[in-house]
C-alpha cells in the first residue's frame, strides 16, 4: 500500500556532510528506539486519543449521508486550519480534479463541495453569489466552538438563511463541534441545530479522521469505512512491527536528523499528482504547528521545529528546483509519487517532428514519473538530501493510511525534539489580540499591549 525508499539520503549515494551513513543511522534507530514503546504505552494511557479515532463508530455519519446528501445541490464547510485542511485534502485526493464544475449527474447525484477557510470578503461574497443558500446546508466547524473566523462567516450565513428561508433556516445547519463547551454548542444547544462532536482530546490538525472531515466526505460519496479501514490497517502494523523496521518512525528520525544534525532546517513535501495538492497543504499545518515550539517538556527555551514548504511535481521543476538544486543546500526534500494512474492518458502522435514525436506512444502518468526519476536524480547528483514515498494508488486505503502516517510520524517527532506536538501557544496569542482588536469584553489589556509593542516611527513608512 506504501512503500519507503530512503536511499536517497545515505552517505554511498550522496558521500559526506550532507548525508547519513548506514552504521549511524541504525546506531540512532537503535538508541531512540524507546519512543516506540512509550508512545504505545501513552496511548494506552488514553494520552493519544487520535489514534483510536479509525475505531470509533460512524454509523450516525453514514446514516445521515445516505438519506440526505443528494437532496442538496451544494455542501458548504465554515471552517479554518484543521477544520478545513482535511476536508480539501479528502475531496482533492479521492474526487476527480474540477469535481464542482461536473454536472450532477457525473457527481452520482452528491452536491459540489466547497470549503470557506478564509474572511476574504471577496472569496465569501463571491461564492454566496454563486450558490443557492435554499439548495445548500452549511456545515460550520470548530473544535473550540470559538473561532473567530468561523463565527464571522457563520453570522454573515444566518443572515443569509434567515432572508431566504425564514424559519425554516435551521434545516441547512449542521454544526461540528466541541460536546460541552463553547459559543456554537451554546447555540446548538439554543437552537436546536443538528450537530455532530469533536472528538474530546483531539486536536484540529489530528481531526481529519473524525467528523470534522468524515462528514462533508461522506455527503459527496466518499467511502469513509474504506478510508477508516487504510488507517486502521497502517495502525496495526505499526504495533506489530520493531522499531528497526518502523516506517514512521525512522522517516520522523530522518527528518529529524538532518534538521538538528545537518544543517537541513527546511522540509520540502512534494507530491507528484495534482490531486495530493491538497495534501501538502494539510501536511504544511501538521509538522510546523505541532513542532515548532519555542519551550521544550522540560520548560527550556529551544525554538524547535523545522520550517515546511509544499511544492507539486511537476509545475514546480519550473519555478522551486531551481533553489532546491543550486541554491543553499539546507533543505531535505520527501517525494510522494503515485504508482498507477487509473484515469491515464496516452500522448498522440499529433505532428511529424521528432522534437515532439518521441512523446508519442507515451502516457502522461509515464511522463509524470520520468520527471521525478529525473529531479531525483539532479538532486542525487547536486548532493541534495531526498526520500521518496511511493502509494500503488490514491484510493480511500492508501489515503487514510498516509493521513495517518504522517500523524503518527509528527508524534514520534514530538519525542525527538523533546516538545509536546499537541498545543499552538504562538497561535493562541494572536488569536488573543484579535479578540482585542475586535473589542471583545476581557481582552482590553492586549489593546494595550498591542499599542506599546506597534509603535510606528513615520519616518520608515514610505508613500508611493
Same mark, same amino acid.
Given at each position: ?12 549515494? *550522496? ?31 488514553? %494520552? ?59 457527481? /452520482?447525484?452528491?452536491?459540489?463541495? @466547497?470549503?470557506?477557510? /478564509? ?8 461564492? @454566496? ?28 450565513? *444566518? ?27 451554546? *447555540?446548538?444547544?439554543?437552537? =436546536?441545530?443538528?450537530? @455532530? ?105 529551544? @525554538? ?25 543546500? /539546507? ?20 505532428? %511529424? ?32 538530501? /531526498? ?42 496569542? =494572536? ?34
Amino acid at each position: 500500500m506504501i512503500e519507503l525508499d530512503f536511499n536517497n539520503i545515505l552517505y554511498a549515494v *550522496l558521500g559526506p556532510v550532507h548525508s547519513i551513513s548506514d552504521g549511524e543511522l541504525n546506531n540512532t534507530i537503535a538508541n531512540n528506539a524507546h519512543i516506540c514503546a512509550e508512545i504505545q504505552e501513552e496511548r494506552q494511557q488514553g %494520552k493519544h486519543p487520535w489514534m483510536d479515532l479509525a475505531e470509533r463508530g460512524i454509523e450516525d455519519i453514514l446514516g445521515l449521508a445516505r438519506s440526505k446528501a443528494k437532496r442538496w445541490e451544494n455542501f458548504l464547510v465554515l471552517g479554518i486550519g484543521g477544520s478545513a485542511l482535511g476536508t480539501r485534502t479528502l475531496l482533492e485526493a479521492l474526487k476527480p480534479p474540477f469535481y464542482n464544475l461536473l454536472p450532477a449527474k457525473e457527481r /452520482n447525484g452528491y452536491p459540489r463541495l @466547497f470549503v470557506l477557510d /478564509n474572511i476574504d470578503s471577496d472569496e465569501t461574497q463571491a461564492l @454566496f453569489k454563486l450558490i443557492n443558500p435554499q439548495k445548500t446546508l452549511f456545515n460550520v466547524v470548530s473544535k473550540s466552538g470559538e473561532t473567530t473566523e468561523t463565527i464571522a462567516s457563520l453570522l454573515i450565513t *444566518l443572515k443569509l438563511l434567515k432572508k431566504h428561508l425564514g424559519k425554516k433556516y435551521t434545516q441547512n445547519l449542521i454544526v461540528t463541534t466541541d460536546k460541552d463547551n463553547g459559543f456554537l454548542r451554546r *447555540l446548538v444547544n439554543k437552537e =436546536g441545530y443538528l450537530s @455532530f462532536e469533536t472528538p474530546k482530546g483531539v486536536e484540529g490538525r489530528y481531526s481529519v479522521l473524525s467528523p470534522v472531515a468524515l462528514l462533508p466526505a461522506a455527503f459527496i460519496g466518499i467511502d469513509i469505512k474504506r478510508l477508516l479501514q487504510g488507517a486502521s490497517i497502517l495502525d496495526q502494523y505499526i504495533q506489530k512491527t520493531a522499531a528497526d523496521k518502523n516506517p514512521a518512525y525512522i522517516s520522523a528520525l530522518i527528518n529529524f536528523i538532518f534538521d538538528t544534525q545537518k544543517h537541513k532546517n527546511i522540509l520540502v513535501i512534494m507530491p507528484y499528482s495534482v490531486k495530493l495538492k491538497a495534501f501538502a497543504e494539510w501536511f504544511r499545518q501538521l509538522y510546523p504547528e505541532s513542532l515548532g515550539k519555542r519551550y521544550n517538556i522540560d520548560n527550556k527555551e529551544v @525554538f524547535a521545529g523545522p520550517t515546511v514548504l509544499n511544492a507539486l511535481g511537476v509545475t514546480d521543476q519550473h519555478s522551486q528546483i531551481q533553489l532546491y538544486n543550486e541554491g543553499p543546500n /539546507n533543505k531535505l526534500i520527501v517525494f510522494i509519487e503515485v504508482e498507477k494512474d487509473k484515469d491515464d492518458m496516452v500522448i498522440p502522435a499529433s505532428v %511529424k517532428d521528432d522534437s515532439a514525436l518521441f512523446l508519442a506512444g507515451h502516457s502522461l502518468h509515464q511522463l509524470m514519473l520520468a520527471e521525478k526519476s529525473a529531479t531525483e536524480y539532479a538532486l542525487v547528483k547536486s548532493r541534495r538530501p /531526498n526520500y521518496t514515498i511511493r502509494l500503488k494508488e490514491l484510493s480511500e486505503e492508501t489515503i487514510g493510511a498516509l493521513l495517518y502516517f504522517w500523524q503518527l510520524n509528527t508524534v514520534y517527532a514530538g519525542k525527538l525534539y523533546r516538545v509536546n506536538p499537541y498545543g499552538q501557544p504562538g497561535v493562541d496569542a =494572536g488569536k488573543r489580540a484579535t479578540f482585542g482588536l475586535m473589542g471583545r469584553k476581557g481582552f482590553e489589556k492586549e489593546i494595550a499591549d498591542i499599542s506599546d509593542t506597534l509603535t510606528k516611527d513615520k519616518h520608515w513608512i514610505m508613500r508611493i
